[in-house]
């Protein structure tokens, strides 16, 4: 049974930062991307990043570039997603995801997802 396990979420001021966890287990995911979405309230899904779990190639949505910074750690089967300089408009669900296939990003379409954290950001 695959799991995706995010943590890491929570209140932080507008300017500050926050990392987000995701574990992954219960299959191998050597060729998957791994990915971060996130939804606001009243907004659709939207990707924010996306890495290539053997490769280490990374990609980002244009609103979170040079702030956002995705990761992998291949020995602990972990995804990271280190955010700084945050904004409100980054205040959303955040969503750990894995998908066979990258497909035009940033229109990935994830086989599989975790159940999401909560980042709120205050002015």
């Known amino acids: 049974q695959v799991q995706l396990v995010e943590s890491g979420g929570g209140l932080v001021q507008a300017g500050g930062s926050l990392r987000l966890s995701c574990a992954a287990s219960?299959?191998?995911?050597?060729?998957?991307?791994m990915g971060w979405f996130r939804q606001a309230p009243g907004k659709e899904r939207e990707s924010v990043a996306a890495?290539?779990?053997?490769?280490?190639?990374?990609y980002y949505a244009n609103s979170v570039k040079g702030r956002f910074t995705i990761s992998r750690d291949r020995a602990k089967n972990t995804v990271y997603l280190q955010m700084n300089s945050l904004i409100l408009e980054d205040t959303a669900v955040y969503y750990c995801?894995?998908?066979?296939?990258?497909?035009?990003?940033?229109?990935?379409?994830?086989?599989?997802w975790g159940q999401g954290t909560q980042v709120t950001v205050s002015s």
């Open positions: 219960g299959r191998t995911f050597s060729s998957y991307y």
């Open positions: 890495i290539t779990w053997s490769g280490g190639s990374t």
């Open positions: 995801a894995a998908a066979a296939s990258l497909g035009r990003w940033p229109y990935m379409k994830p086989d599989y």
